[in-house]
């Protein structure tokens, strides 16, 4: 049977079209049936990745993909993607060591944390990386020190731009400082590459990338008039998934891209990606169990659904119900009502879902599995290591 | 050197006082000099767990104390209350089998997870658990089912008690349905204990407990009006641990619930409490190190601090930054200034403190240390498994 994703209250939710889902689905689904894995556990199809990276290659013709380890560390997808040639964006010494172990060349890895021990930059050099992101002094010095000729990007921080999940003020430094780092870097022996920024995970608006393309073509024209020549441009990550709130098709982002970067750089500079949603939301799908359905009250019309899934064995990013994930029911396609979603545990904040009002069958009942779509991202790698005692979501290939 | 509990800006701090925390404080401090773990980690003394529960024993004479193990479950810290005589509050079958393995005996477990697998509540009986915590019609059908003649608390809903970290209406049921629900217990042959609530973790307002007390006190007046005799009254936890916010001493509470009880029930009922931040989280010390001190642009006053710990590795309870944990900087005493405090991840989200204004010294620079205190509590155990590769938050204990 077709999934039927359940419709919310509170935020537009069209049904994906059965082109694009049915295939990751009906095998995810086939895998299901045949293994029944215990649940939860999150079900990826490799295919889809194939398909999203290879959908992003031709949108970004000639641009630099570094796939997020961060959105999905499995081995298997790190090795896909190994395969498929694509570039990796690790956080730490040890993403960069699961890119090794899964064949990617030292030379295919980007340390793009801005925040860095010197001994951890030390760990990357030795491993043969070359190519860091920094945000400031201290940073650049210790890469400097630690990396020597190494090849930098320098991130900028950028005002609201509207994602779903923003950045704030983290990351990045103002362009002037921004400048400054990169023309110190010239002198520190490294390799300054770029400008790189980031518009915030499941960007829906893809005008959002403009402003910063401006500030970066504005940097870049800067040094070089002071003679510091800079050929590439990263414009991060932000891509989004398919969630309840509907995106925009590839094309758009990539059109008001391309056309930003023409407009804001007289020389066109190299691009480069660090998609992680965009490759593997769309092929994960988290399958869960309902534990209990129970009201509040005699009077209480609404339900409360309890799931053996919640923030934290999996859904991390339903925190504040920023990401309003499709859900599905197999076998249970009756009458809806509005309910309350819960996870399993005794912590008063593993709450899925009380605000937006999800909508499930009337006759759904402890042991129903109620799927998650489009749960390949920030899923599993958010996982606590066993609170409550409920163990990390495992992930399925196939 | 004493530590010194950094100030914050925008809420009071008053310094513990050195005779209440110079002790564990000591005995952490010299552990960490002689072995030199790695960081970040959580040291935990335990003879400051002990200490906390001869007070709470002593407060609550004749009370049976559940320990919340969600709060720490490191075997020391539960092999130490097995020790102690302490009872224990599980959450799920693998706390279950950690309490057994690390010697208490099956009556002294009480699952008090209302969401329970019908299997998961099979399970417990297996292992002799005979204790369960409802708040529905399907829950409790299932623990007469599956645990025959068990003990059954139902816990009841209370309005927004202004705990730092409410529960919300995740948990337990109208007045009514709980009367409901165990009259129905001892139709199935259960044992209806009494009635349990929670007012929030991290509860500052000893009066909070009143108005729960005075609906249980009815529930269990109209019960036995029916033939059916509650003995027990279960206060949950929400007893706080010493943060930024000072918090009014144990007696208060003691005297406020003991108080209400009195007045609000005819027969004296069996006291249950399930502490677990109360219990541990003086007891630990989470240190970190400074991997960065940058600034956003060269104008700015506020120094952003990156640690080496933050959301994602132990620091979890900083959501919404509820939890002001006490800071120390050992080492580093002179002029301070306002920070950012962020953890390691590239994670937007995985700040600590922006709108809480902490200082911290100006001398302050990578490889120096900032100690957490208090942290014994809901730390490693929301610990990811390893969010950007970035290990979970090991625990030692002295």
Known sequence: MAPQPTETVDTATPPPTAV?????????????????????????????????????????????????????????????????????????????????AEGARPEQISYGNTIKKRADIGYAYQRGVRLFTTDSDADLEAIAEA???????????????????????????????????????????????????????????????????????????KLAAEGVELTMLNIGGGLPGRYSRPAPPLADFAAAITASVTKHFAAQPRLVLEPGRFLVSDAGLLRSEVVLVSRKSTVDDKRWVYLDVGRYNGLAETENEYITYLLSTPGRDGETGPVCLAGPTCDGDDVLYQHNVYRLPMELRAGDHVDFLNTGAYTASYSSIAFNGFAPLPTHCV
Chains 1, 2 share one sequence.
């Open 20 to 100: 694009e889902l049915t295939g990751a689905i009906a095998r995810i689904r086939e895998y299901l049936e045949r293994c029944k894995p215990a649940t939860p556990c999150l079900v990826v199809d490799l295919a889809t990745i194939r398909e999203r990276y290879e959908e992003l290659s031709q949108a970004f013709a000639g641009a630099k993909l570094y796939y997020a380890v961060k959105a999905n560390p499995a081995r298997e997808v790190v090795r896909l993607l190994v395969e498929l040639g694509a570039h990796f964006d690790v956080a730490s010494p040890p993403e960069i060591d699961l890119c090794l």
């Open 147 to 221: 990396a020597p000729g190494s090849t930098v990007f320098c991130r900028i921080v950028l005002a609201d731009t509207g994602s779903l999940t923003p950045f704030g003020h983290k990351f990045g430094c103002a362009p002037d400082m921004a400048t400054q780092l990169l023309a110190k870097a010239a002198e520190l022996g490294l390799t300054p590459a770029g400008v790189s920024f980031h518009v915030g995970s499941q960007q829906l608006d893809p005008r959002a990338w403009d402003a910063a393309i401006e500030q970066a073509g504005e940097i870049t024209a």
